[in-house]
């Protein structure tokens, strides 16, 4: 099947700005340690936004976003030992990384101390662009591959490789549990997986969005309370009152009355990323001894440990499936906030 597939369907970005469209792009033939993977489905990330339109930095086009894969094994190298032709896979927000370095040998390549090398957006070893999921098939290497469990249906799996994993990680991190008071900010694509990813770790869970429109939603996902951040008298009332804040949004905020609602030795978390910078009194995090922080994703030994854990509780997104020929108006619907939580591709349809 290998030399059949030299060039597979896609929807790519053929510059900043410009509508996705329709096309083909090369794929590597499979090597010793690679899996051939047929794609079923791919999640539409709000980084896939902030890329396919230079938000981030200069992109490499054309651009095939995509990093929340799940699909099926067709073919394996002879070198693979960890998955056979059938088996039901996941591919996240990285294809490779050093290997080397000391976080990546601590299975943090995540933050590979070279860079990881992103599923699209990025120069692969062999020194060509990497295309993402937005496609019909991928060659990954296992090692960067992970296994969905059976407990999962692909299309509502496919969001955990970027939104499940990126919740899961600072939430185990810092400890989230019984206990435990976390705050999620917003609830998107990201903040509904970490709202049911904490309440299944035995958090108590407030959700802190701009207005009550999506209070039933919240609790309905796992919620203890929910509270309109439009409305100053919540940031009074709550006042140091949490262990641990997760912030999912990708605007700025207005840090120092978000570091007031923190408990002494408290964390406020970003994973969420403004594409403009934010200001910051450090009296917010003196006064305290308060940690503003930052996560990335996580390494595939976690993103693993996280299917497992989501497959034991029965936690998958909440998704809209759409056709390929739908991703433009999706985007413009992600940033107009308006999708309960996440547009999944059906790759069959490219």
């Known amino acids: ?99 080397e370095c000391e976080n990546c040998k601590a299975g943090l390549e995540q933050y590979c101390a070279q860079g990881n090398i992103p599923t699209y957006n990025g120069i692969g070893k062999d020194g060509e662009p990497t295309y993402g999921g937005y496609s019909t098939h991928i060659v990954v290497d296992e090692a960067f591959t992970v296994r969905i469990p059976d407990g999962l249906s692909l299309d509502v799996a496919a969001p955990l490789l970027c939104a499940g994993i990126t919740t899961y990680s600072p939430l185990a991190h810092w400890h989230a549990g019984p206990g435990k008071k976390v705050a999620v900010v917003g609830l998107g694509g990201l903040g509904h997986m970490a709202v049911k990813i904490a309440h299944a770790m035995g958090a108590e869970v407030t959700v802190l969005s701009q207005t009550l429109r999506k209070k039933g939603d919240g609790l309905k996902l796992g919620a203890d309370h929910y509270y309109a951040t439009s409305d100053d008298a919540t940031f009074e009332q709550l006042a140091g009152s949490f262990d641990l804040i997760l912030s999912t949004v990708s605007a700025p905020l207005p840090l120092d009355k978000y570091l007031g609602l923190l408990r002494t030795d408290g964390a406020f978390v970003n994973v969420g990323a403004p594409e403009e910078p934010v200001s910051l009194n450090l009296f917010s995090v003196i006064g305290g001894r308060k940690s503003l922080a930052g996560s990335g994703i996580g390494g595939i030994q976690e993103t693993q440990e996280m299917l497992d854990f989501c497959a034991a509780h029965g936690l998958g997104a909440e998704i809209e499936l759409i056709r390929a020929d739908q991703i433009n108006e999706a985007y413009e619907r992600v940033l107009a906030s308006d999708v309960r939580y996440r547009f999944v591709i059906d790759t069959a349809t490219i």
Not at 55 to 70: L, R, S, T
Not at 71 to 91: H, I, L, M, N
């Open 1 to 99: 099947m290998t030399e059949q597939i030299t060039t597979v369907s896609a929807y790519a970005a053929p510059a900043p700005e410009a509508p996705l469209e329709r096309t083909t792009v090369p794929r590597r033939a499979v090597g010793e340690f690679d899996v051939l993977i047929d794609i079923k489905y791919a999640g539409i990330c709000h980084s896939d936004i902030h890329q396919a339109r230079d938000g981030w930095g200069e992109g490499i086009y054309p651009m095939v976003p995509g990093h929340e894969i799940a699909g099926v094994v067709t073919e394996v190298g002879p070198g693979v030992t960890k998955f056979a032709v059938g088996d039901r896979v996941g591919v996240g927000c990285m294809v490779d990384s050093c290997r």
